[in-house]
């Protein structure tokens, strides 16, 4: 498929400190408005800036609780009121939760479960509907390999992600033929805020190369992307290994 323009309207960067999600807003927002949704709203200084020397018309900071599903609808019908059309809305917010805490408390993994998935599926059913009235649009959702074949190592967030995979899919059907396109973008391990600390797997990338994956993958319309591509062959050469090996992979 060629290349097209990204469609016109507000960029929404739903998780305003994500680094993948300003990377990605920072290479398509000039002479755009951004609505950067995130707690702590008012401090995001920083970003706006940011944004603002990439070119960005205006930058708007709101408050946006992920867990709070109830804010969600008005939230974005209020973007929208405000701000006009949206164009394209990245959903960047998520946690990658503890492992360990996840298996002995039954809050811990349904937080996680909560942010990384029920969360997500509230804002893209809301993103959706508005999209479809507009007839156009684009949705930016992030799977993982974590989410390809599930291991032990980190199951309560590779089971999110698993899920969130599949509702992604069904909802990129569901919107075929309404103008409103859905980017899934299936990263292998970032190396960044979120997993400082952590010895970076095997075609481990930066957020910029993965904004650069999913800029490219908007702008040729495509359905799923893996970055690095070569994790989509090692995913289906993973779902192949034995359980008795797999259950012993690490992280």
Known sequence: MGVREI?????????????????????????????????????????TAM?????????????????????????????V??????????????????????????AAAVAVLHTDFIAQVSVLTVLANLLRAQGSGHLVVFGSIAGARVRRANYVYGS????????????????????????????????GRMTAGMSPAPMSRTPDQVAVAVVAGLRRRAGRIWVPRALGPAAAVARMVPRAIWRRMPR
Not at 7 to 29: K, N, P, Q, W
Not at 82 to 106: K, S
Not at 168 to 191: C, K, M, N, Y
């Open 51 to 79: 944004l603002r020397a990439a070119g960005a018309r205006a930058v708007h900071p709101v408050e946006f609780d992920a867990d709070d599903l109830r804010t969600h609808q008005p939230l974005l019908e209020k973007v």
């Open 160 to 191: 999110a992600k698993a899920g969130l995979d599949g509702f992604a899919g069904g909802l990129s059907d569901a919107l075929h033929g309404s103008g409103v396109h859905l980017l899934l973008v299936r990263p292998g391990f970032v190396i």
């Open 81 to 106: 009121a405000e701000h006009g059309r949206i164009g394209v809305a990245i959903l960047a917010f998520g946690v990658l939760g503890d492992q360990a805490r996840a298996e002995q408390d039954p």
């Open 7 to 47: 469609d016109d309207g507000v960029v929404v960067l739903l998780g305003g400190r994500s680094e993948i999600g300003l990377e990605v807003t920072r290479r398509i927002c000039a002479g755009r408005d951004v609505v950067l949704a995130a707690r702590r709203s008012g401090q995001l200084e920083q970003e």
